[in-house]
């Protein structure tokens, strides 16, 4: 079992700035990749960053390349999502994301964080 904890959202401006954090628990934590995805109001979860835990190599959804920022602590078992020059439709709910293997599916999700960006 792995345990997916977020934090670090909430309320800002547009063009404003928020770091996300993933803590990651359990006895058999030894991920492939971790991501994080992002759910807005009647829309379905969409893939947003991802980093490969080993490599560090990382991937962007083309709305959020060059303003946010994926990395990872290998020893705190962390991942952390930098949110600059943030815009309304980046509203969602945050969700960070394990997964095992190049040949698995996402499998364990966090509970999610509100991120609300106001115009």
């Known amino acids: 079992q792995v345990q997916l904890v977020e934090s670090g959202g909430g309320l800002v401006e547009a063009g404003g700035s928020l770091r996300l954090s993933c803590a990651a628990s359990?006895?058999?934590?030894?991920?492939?990749?971790m991501g994080w995805f992002r759910q807005a109001p009647g829309q379905e979860r969409k893939f947003v960053a991802t980093?490969?835990?080993?490599?560090?190599?990382?991937s962007y959804a083309d709305s959020v390349k060059g303003r946010f920022t994926i990395s990872r602590d290998n020893a705190k078992n962390t991942v952390d999502l930098q949110m600059n020059s943030l815009k309304p439709e980046d509203t969602a709910v945050y969700y960070c994301?394990?997964?095992?293997?190049?040949?698995?599916?996402?499998?364990?999700w966090g509970q999610g964080t509100q991120v609300t960006v106001s115009s």
């Open positions: 994301a394990y997964r095992q293997s190049l040949r698995s599916v996402y499998n364990y």
């Open positions: 359990g006895r058999t934590f030894s991920p492939y990749q």
């Open positions: 980093i490969a835990w080993s490599s560090g190599i990382t």
